[in-house]
């Protein structure tokens, strides 16, 4: 008995130190909209000629805005859904999801728009929301600290030693890969470069795990659009991501670990760990991941004959922070053109 008292007293103090942290800047409210019919590129420049006016506004990084209003913050960001634009909106303050500024704008805008309903999309912006809070760029709004943040830089380094000779890490060779993508797709550009007469089209993916937090995967399409073959010497990035860096993330954040990552180790501890029982095995859930993600981390063509009016597709993961674009050096009876998109 006096276990189990001991047990209930621990409880209520972490349960305590819990409140009484978030009681300064506990955040009230996470929401989401989706303005249909209305792409991010046609979008954010109105938001930005809007808001550019509102010295309380901060722009942020990609697409993303921090206002204070008296003891109230908010903080909002834009989302490519393909055709359509999402929108995350986090508070400290209570507001009316159905009647406020952003559900106004829209109605200035004559934008048709809904509560977004898009669980998978949802669970990302959230977790973008906390990883970038926690970096201490949103000064007032508050959100429990990294707990595991120790962890996950241990796991990491003992990745990194394994996977030094480990063929299985190694860079896969190129190969085409004609197969249906079954993944959402976020968003679609086309560029065409008319001294080389090649079209790329850029189809942008969420995956389906959770390594969906670091990376995105990326379809390319290059078509040659003339009467004569071209050689695509080579292809180029400044930054991908690997299996390797996909397995190391995602296994320090399987199920168990992003339980307690979400809630803050105080309220994980608190919970008696019954939230975190009934979840997927984690080398299940790597199995998965390395499932999904292996397609997409081939190494980048080089040397590849790409005939007239015919086409290429390139697979490939890029990290969602920093997004680099590929470079391209092709060769077309004798001539070297150079771009990336």
Do not use: W
Request: hydrophobic content about 35%; some cysteine.
């Amino acid at each position: 008995m006096r276990k189990i008292l001991k047990g209930l007293c621990v409880l209520s103090l972490l349960v305590l130190f819990s409140a009484t942290a978030n009681a300064a800047g506990m955040i009230k409210d996470y929401h989401a909209y989706r303005i249909k019919n209305q792409n991010i590129r046609t979008v954010v420049p109105v938001v930005d000629n809007i808001l550019s006016r509102e010295v309380e506004i901060k722009k942020l990084e990609r697409n993303a805005y921090y206002a204070t209003y008296g003891d109230g913050h908010y903080y909002m960001k834009f989302y490519p859904a393909l055709h359509d634009t999402d929108v995350y909106l986090v508070t400290d303050e209570e507001y009316d999801k159905n009647n406020n500024d952003v559900t106004e704008f829209f109605k200035s805008q004559n934008y048709k728009y809904e509560t977004l309903e898009d669980k998978e999309a949802y669970k990302e912006y959230k977790f973008d929301f906390v990883d970038y809070a926690r970096s201490g760029a949103l000064d007032g709004l508050f959100t429990l600290p990294d707990g595991l943040k120790p962890l996950k830089k241990g796991m990491s380094k003992i990745n990194d030693k394994l996977s030094k000779g480990n063929e299985k890490t190694s860079a896969i060779p190129y190969s085409e890969d004609n197969n249906p993508i079954d993944l959402t797709c976020i968003d679609s550009q086309e560029f065409y470069n008319a001294d080389a007469d090649v079209t790329v089209t850029i189809n942008e993916y969420r995956l389906k795990n959770k390594e969906n937090k670091y990376v995105h995967a990326f379809e390319y399409i290059v078509r040659n659009n003339s009467n004569s073959d071209i050689k695509v010497e080579k292809v180029y990035s400044e930054r991908l991501a690997a299996l390797k860096d996909i397995t190391t993330s995602t296994f320090v954040d399987m199920d168990r670990l992003d339980v307690a990552d979400t809630l803050g180790v105080p309220l994980a501890i608190a919970t008696g760990g019954l939230s975190l029982g009934f979840t997927v095995a984690n080398n299940v859930r790597l199995g998965m991941v390395v499932k999904e993600a292996t397609r997409f981390s081939h190494s980048l063509p080089e040397n590849y004959d790409l005939k007239a009016r015919s086409s290429m597709r390139i697979l490939c993961l890029k990290f969602k922070e920093d997004p680099k674009p590929l470079r391209f050096t092709v060769n077309r009876l004798g001539r070297t053109y150079i771009f990336e998109y």
